[in-house]
């Protein structure tokens, strides 16, 4: 199933209507792991604009400060809710010979979670947490907006156990100001 989106996802992509640009912005992802389901809002802002290489090919990098709301999917237990405090640097690669537009993204950076605990199966250990992410995304809308396909991973990095730690499969787009 993720391969038929992330398939669906780049035969949208058609040179021409995107621009390689990113700007100060909101931010909307929905996710899900394994019986966790998230929906985070933000604000982006260009951190570094531009760090040419040979050919075409450059990195540029972006700051996002967000707000995650968790919710578990197990119907036998206590439901909780969690919220996340992230800030993370994100580091992003244009290549020259791909569709103009298209960037590949890799960030880390720290979260803070309101409880450590969801439910019976999903325990942080602590409020303190690691947030890896890795994704591919375009522009869209005149280069305006950004769509983004990510896998973003939130764990204490074994700081304190228990460490379960979860994996957001996401749909992430943000908008200009």
């Not at 929905?30 to 985070?40: K, M, N, Q, S, W």
């Not at 531009?50 to 050919?55: E, K, T």
Request: charged share 20%; net charge neutral; glycine share 12%.
């Amino acid at each position: 199933m993720k391969l038929y989106c992330v398939a669906a996802f780049l035969g949208c992509i058609s040179p021409g209507v995107f621009a390689a640009a990113e700007a100060p912005g909101v931010i909307f992802a929905l996710g899900a792991a394994e019986d966790v389901y998230e929906a985070r809002l933000g604000v982006q802002v260009p951190w570094h604009s531009d760090w040419q290489l040979r050919h075409a090919d450059h990195f540029s990098t972006i700051f996002e400060a967000s707000v995650g709301y968790w919710r578990g999917d197990k119907s036998n237990r206590v439901q909780r809710a969690v919220t996340d405090l992230g800030l993370m640097p994100v580091l992003r690669y244009h290549p020259a010979g791909a569709q103009r537009g298209l960037f590949f993204e890799a960030g880390l950076g720290a979260h803070l979670l309101s409880r450590t605990r969801l439910d019976d199966a999903h325990r942080y250990g602590t409020a303190f947490q690691f947030g890896e992410v890795a994704g591919i995304g375009t522009y869209f809308g005149g280069g305006k907006g950004e769509l983004a396909l990510r896998v973003h991973h939130i764990s204490n990095g074994s700081i304190k156990q228990p460490n379960d730690g979860e994996t957001f499969f996401e749909a992430r787009v943000s908008w200009p100001f």
